[in-house]
């Protein structure tokens, strides 16, 4: 049972994980960028990481934080794997769980730390963040409001991702099956397969092409071409990197009522007049093709609240039952997605959607038996760097 918040009072936040990200949700927090909310708690297995905030109450263990009577809720914001067993123990406690993506590294720890969330009064939610971002709302409305009609194909490219090889040597658990559990697909692209789930829903089938260090000095994936398939016929693919550089992000969608693209701050619909199988059964013109409006779709270039929207909503929900914009359940098609993608690369073959969770941790065990730590560090400095910046 969550404990209850009394009326007109903040909900008193913990904070788990003090690196760069952590540490700018808690700056977020402390500058009153999240109203009704407070930071009363933060905790970091580094007795150094106290430094940060000499102010704010430091636990070196997640125990000792739970059982400081000191926090209503945490946000989890610590390498990958333990996002499983850290958001186990909160919710057992009774505690409201936002946690940083990827809710888990694979499928299955996924379903064990969504099977703990039993009391639907607890508030779990996600940081998907860009679902705050107008451009995908507006995106999202279109297609499942039937705008485009039908959807037979997508092509996403996200290569503005990039990250130099400082980044990667930021922390000896990055870039490691067994320190961070994968690469692009785990770390920045989260995001983009939850946008793309919550957009056209999940595939049926995926075919992934993951390249093993192409551009870094590390040993899982930073460029990744996938396949999908759907029963209807409709076909997309999903292509990142953090390898190349200016890089670009361009969702191009194509409907039976025309075509959506998305690039930069532009969102352009050329939408055809009469349904494009419509037009090909009557016409009686051999090249002719179907007349259409050119619209634009005003963007303001405004990305959203993004962290901060997430957070507050958060908040919203523990205080007066907002609708969560991200639950944490939702993080499983996000992680499904990306585990199918790499299974099918290193297999080399079609998999088929739901992949079986047993399967992806026998195949993520096998990575990392044969996986090594980095031993590079990057300058103290870079923990100091905006994080949110990366986002836009």
Sequence with gaps: MPKKISAGANVRLGVIGLGGMGQSHCGAVLSGEVPGCELTAVCDEDPKAAGHFPEIPFFG??????????????????????????????????????????????????????????????VFAAMFNQRTDPRYQEVRKLVQGGALGTIR???WTITDWFRSEAYYSSGGWRATWEGEG????????PHNLDLYQWIFGMP????????????????????????????????????????????????????????????????????????????SRTTTSRFGKPPVWNVK????????????????????????????????????????????ILLSSIEERTVEIPVSAARIEKMLARLQAGSKPRKKRAPSSVATEDFSKSFQ
């Design 182 to 189: 994968g690469g692009v697909l785990l770390n920045q692209c």
């Design 297 to 340: 779709i005003p963007t303001s270039g405004d990305h959203g609240t993004q962290h901060r929207g997430i957070l507050m909503n958060f908040v919203g929900a523990i205080l007066r039952g907002e609708k969560l914009m991200a639950p944490a359940a939702e993080g499983l098609h996000s992680v499904e997605l990306g585990n199918a």
């Design 204 to 279: 049926s089938k995926v075919r992934g092409f993951c390249q093993l260090g192409r551009y870094h000095d590390i040993e899982v994936e930073d460029d990744v071409t996938a396949y999908f398939e759907y029963p209807n016929g409709m076909t997309a693919v999903f292509i990142t990197s953090t390898g190349e550089a200016p890089g670009s992000n361009r969702l191009e969608i194509a409907g039976e009522q025309g075509k959506l693209v998305m690039e930069s701050n532009s969102l352009d619909f050329t939408r055809n007049e009469i349904q494009t199988s419509e037009f």
């Design 153 to 155: 194909r997508v092509n």
């Design 61 to 122: 263990t997640v125990e000792e934080l739970i059982d400081s009577g000191r926090i209503d809720a945490v946000l989890i914001v610590t390498p990958h794997f333990s996002h499983t067993s850290i958001g186990i123990q909160a919710l057992k406690a009774g505690l409201h769980v936002l946690v940083e993506k990827p809710i888990s590294v694979h499928k299955a720890d996924c379903e064990r730390l969504i099977a703990a969330h039993r009391d639907k009064k607890q």
